[in-house]
């Protein structure tokens, strides 16, 4: 599941590993969502280090789930999952 635009924002990288190649990965926030969306415990893992090391925003991370085509279900579980991961992230870092 991924949010409106998401195509938009997508990132060139350029990894040493690959001989040079450059590919396409999705930004931060979008990926994040996946995984929220997706809901295994490794990532939800990975979303809660994500927050705890102000590499995504709450704002951001809420809106862009707004525009993501989720069942009512999933959403209220994406949205409590951001929440929580904030509510236990850092001071400053929201």
Same mark, same amino acid.
């Given at each position: 599941?991924?949010?409106?635009?998401?195509?938009?924002?997508?990132?060139?990288?350029?990894?040493?590993?690959?001989?040079?190649?450059?590919?396409?990965?999705?930004?931060?926030?979008? +990926? &994040? *969502?996946?995984?929220?969306?997706?809901? !295994? $415990? #490794?990532? @939800?893992?990975?979303? +809660? &280090? *994500?927050?705890?090391?102000?590499?995504? !925003? $709450? #704002?951001? @991370?809420?809106?862009?789930? &707004?525009?993501?085509?989720?069942?009512?279900?999933? $959403? #209220?579980?994406?949205?409590?999952?951001?929440?929580?991961?904030?509510?236990?992230?850092?001071?400053?870092?929201?």
């Amino acid at each position: 599941m991924l949010p409106a635009g998401w195509k938009k924002r997508l990132v060139r990288e350029k990894i040493a590993s690959t001989g040079g190649i450059e590919g396409l990965c999705l930004e931060g926030h979008d +990926r &994040a *969502l996946s995984k929220y969306a997706a809901g !295994r $415990r #490794r990532d @939800l893992e990975f979303t +809660r &280090a *994500l927050a705890r090391h102000g590499m995504t !925003r $709450r #704002r951001t @991370l809420l809106a862009r789930a &707004a525009t993501t085509a989720l069942t009512p279900e999933v $959403r #209220r579980r994406v949205e409590g999952r951001i929440v929580r991961d904030f509510a236990r992230a850092r001071p400053g870092k929201r």
